[in-house]
């Protein structure tokens, strides 16, 4: 069973740091593409970072700058910095991984969600 296991939420001041995990485990093959995405509450769920297994990335317009978007593909990780964090930030942050498994193939995977409140 493949699972995305997110950590590193919480509660942080406006101007303060977070940094989030996104751990993939199960019978993965390969990793593809993985991002952060958020969702605050009356919102959809919009797009915080993507990166390729080769390490290009790609940011929303209101986190450039300031968020930080990585990968371990030894440890099958990505991570998220977020920086200078502002109270419009505060959103549920999930996980999104493309994953390759020997008996399906490519198959795209979502974490459970991690809450970030940024307080003013």
């Known amino acids: 069973q493949v699972q995305l296991v997110e950590s590193g939420g919480g509660l942080v001041q406006a101007g303060g740091s977070l940094r989030l995990s996104c751990a993939a485990s199960?019978?993965?093959?390969?990793?593809?593409?993985m991002g952060w995405y958020r969702q605050a509450p009356g919102n959809q769920r919009e797009l915080v970072a993507s990166?390729?297994?080769?390490?290009?990335?790609n940011y929303g317009d209101s986190v450039k700058g300031r968020f930080t978007i990585s990968r371990d593909n030894a440890k099958n990780t990505m991570y998220l910095q977020m920086n200078s964090l502002k109270p419009e930030d505060t959103a549920v942050y999930y996980c999104?991984?493309?994953?390759?498994?020997?008996?399906?193939?490519?198959?795209?995977?979502w974490g459970q969600g991690t809450q970030i409140t940024v307080s003013s």
């Open positions: 199960g019978s993965i093959s390969s990793l593809g593409a």
């Open positions: 999104n991984a493309n994953l390759y498994l020997i008996s399906i193939g490519w198959r795209d995977y």
């Open positions: 990166i390729s297994r080769g390490g290009s990335t």
